[in-house]
T-cell receptor, first 116, second 115 residues
Framework: GAVVSQHPSRVICKSGTSVKIECRSLDFQATTMFWYRQFPKQSLMLMATSNEGSKATYEQGVEKDKFLINHASLTLSTLTVTSAHPEDSSFYIC????????????FGPGTRLTVL | AQTVTQSQPEMSVQEAETVTLSCTYDTSENNYYLFWYKQPPSRQMILVIRQEAYKQQNATENRFSVNFQKAAKSFSLKISDSQLGDTAMYFCAFMSPFGGSRLTFGEGTQLTVNP
């Protein structure tokens, strides 16, 4: 069964508003989770590594003030897209590492964000 | 930095036949992990198979197997007895044991299984 959930699965918002996406580890406590962005017919691009109890580590070129990540508990990481614009429209996917070790990632079902 | 290349943007195969998807990568490390993930139209990323670089034996999972050629930095995926449900985007991915579990993905190969 699913080990990672995301909510919402789809969201439509107006330009200038903020949107929060939740990612939950369902079967064990995850100290590390990851956030990806995927444009249509393209690969996954890692945005940031979410670390429980500390600041997220952002990939080069990703605006940390634009994409706020909070990993306040061992089962929940949130991504907030602040002041969203149409170019932020994309598919956002989270993942966590495997229970048995840190060498495999398991993914959530993704969230489709559309900014009007 | 590591790179992963999938040179086949699209492939198709007839149901019940065998197909091989190609992947090459570049790294200076000796130990690492390689993966194939499947993304069907639902867009849920599903782990297909995993290979540890220090293991010479090729990984297999039911109808899925890999041909891991470490010296050539090649990691191809063979799907036997293709089924309609295998239609998906397939991504090859690399993970360094020293990279904080971060994955580097290839561009993907869209596989269509025809009835």
């Amino acid at each position: 069964g699913a080990v990672v959930s995301q909510h919402p699965s789809r969201v439509i918002c107006k330009s200038g508003t903020s949107v929060k996406i939740e990612c939950r580890s369902l079967d064990f406590q995850a100290t590390t989770m990851f956030w990806y962005r995927q444009f249509p017919k393209q690969s996954l691009m890692l945005m940031a590594t979410s670390n429980e109890g500390s600041k997220a580590t952002y990939e080069q070129g990703v605006e940390k003030d634009k994409f706020l990540i909070n990993h306040a508990s061992l089962t929940l990481s949130t991504l907030t897209v602040t002041s969203a614009h149409p170019e932020d429209s994309s598919f956002y996917i989270c993942s966590r590492i495997g229970r048995g070790g840190q060498d495999t990632q398991y993914f959530g079902p993704g969230t489709r964000l559309t900014v009007l | 930095a590591q790179t992963v290349t999938q040179s086949q943007p699209e492939m198709s195969v007839q149901e019940a036949e065998t197909v091989t998807l190609s992947c090459t990568y570049d790294t200076s490390e000796n130990n690492y992990y390689l993966f194939w993930y499947k993304q069907p139209p639902s867009r849920q990323m599903i782990l297909v198979i995993r290979q540890e670089a220090y293991k010479q034996q090729n990984a297999t999972e039911n109808r899925f197997s890999v041909n891991f050629q470490k010296a050539a930095k090649s990691f191809s995926l063979k799907i036997s007895d293709s089924q309609l449900g295998d239609t998906a985007m397939y991504f090859c991915a690399f993970m360094s044991p020293f990279g904080g579990s971060r994955l580097t993905f290839g561009e993907g190969t869209q596989l269509t299984v025809n009835p």
